[in-house]
């Protein structure tokens, strides 16, 4: 608990990026309001507990509804589509960065989703506590705001997220502890580190002192995919956000991600997604008008 404490101490509340938005505590003006419902590219972590109702969000380019008693997350760089929200839904809604997140003694494994969902369930006891911590951080961030200390802040978020991250797991044949699955964790973040350099999958085993055929069995467990096809997928939907939120042309996509043939990259693309380049970029242009 000393070490907890030492952790939060003497950080400026205006050093903290947590915020929080609720029925309560809605966007302020209508013109920031639609600020925020436009599609981005996520800079924080994003929580979103629907408390009564259902709404559709769109994550990476996939609708996800979620319902009464269910929690969302979406992670830093996943492009994100928020829905216009209606009147009878009841939510919270919690954001926070990376260095936010870096100030809080323990690690949190869900947050890059080893198991692949992004949508949490929970048990009735396990949800009244979690509704209570996101109306206690509603209070401290949007009533009490700048008098609360910014270790009691820290110390809440830290719980909800340990309250998730027992949530995550709860249902599944792993623990948070599990070797394979932390590997599995580290396999994920090479991915993403070392997404356009596109290497072996022989390159990454051997960073993670594994054999391919290692590998290849530990990727398929958590993720029911080969190395080169969860790469690829991974790639595509890259191409995808590429394609529909940036002005590149379809040669600087590939070229971008690590293609030097650009129709090879087409043809993947048309292989992974089942339709051509040029058939998703005219579904964006009439989705748009």
Do not use: W
Not at 206 to 222: G, I, P
Request: aromatic share 12%; hydrophobic share 40%; glycine share 2%.
């Amino acid at each position: 608990m000393q070490g907890t404490n030492e952790k939060y101490e003497n950080v400026p509340n205006d050093e903290l990026k947590i915020k929080i938005n609720s029925n309560d505590n809605p966007y302020p003006a209508s013109d920031i309001q639609q600020k925020f419902l436009q599609p981005r590219r996520l800079t924080s972590y994003f929580v979103v507990l629907i408390d009564c109702g259902s709404v559709t969000y769109k994550l990476d380019l996939q609708d996800i509804t979620v319902t009464s008693g269910q929690l969302l997350f979406a992670m830093p760089n996943q492009i994100f589509e928020p829905p216009t929200i209606t009147g009878n839904l009841k939510y919270f809604k919690v954001l926070f960065d990376e260095n936010t997140l870096s100030l809080l003694p323990q690690y949190f494994p869900f947050l890059v989703n080893p198991l692949h969902t992004q949508i949490i369930n929970f048990d009735a006891p396990a949800r009244g506590r979690i509704k209570k911590v996101f109306e206690i951080i509603n209070q401290i961030l949007s009533i009490d705001k700048h008098s609360t200390d910014s270790e009691i802040k820290l110390a809440y978020l830290s719980l909800l997220l340990s309250e998730l991250n027992s949530a995550y797991f709860k249902y599944e044949p792993v623990t948070v502890v599990n070797a394979n699955l932390l590997k599995f964790v580290e396999f994920k973040l090479m991915v993403e580190m070392h997404l356009v350099e596109q290497p072996s999958i022989y390159t990454i085993a051997e960073k993670l002192a594994l054999s391919t055929n290692s590998l290849y069995r530990l990727v398929k467990e958590y993720s029911g995919t080969s190395p080169k096809d969860f790469f690829t997928n991974r790639l595509m939907i890259e191409a995808q956000r590429k394609l529909r939120y940036s002005n590149l042309s379809v040669k600087e996509v590939a070229y971008e991600l690590g293609f030097n043939d650009p129709d090879y990259f087409s043809r993947l693309f048309k292989k992974c997604t089942g339709k051509s380049v040029s058939a998703f970029l005219a579904r964006q242009d009439s989705s748009r008008s």
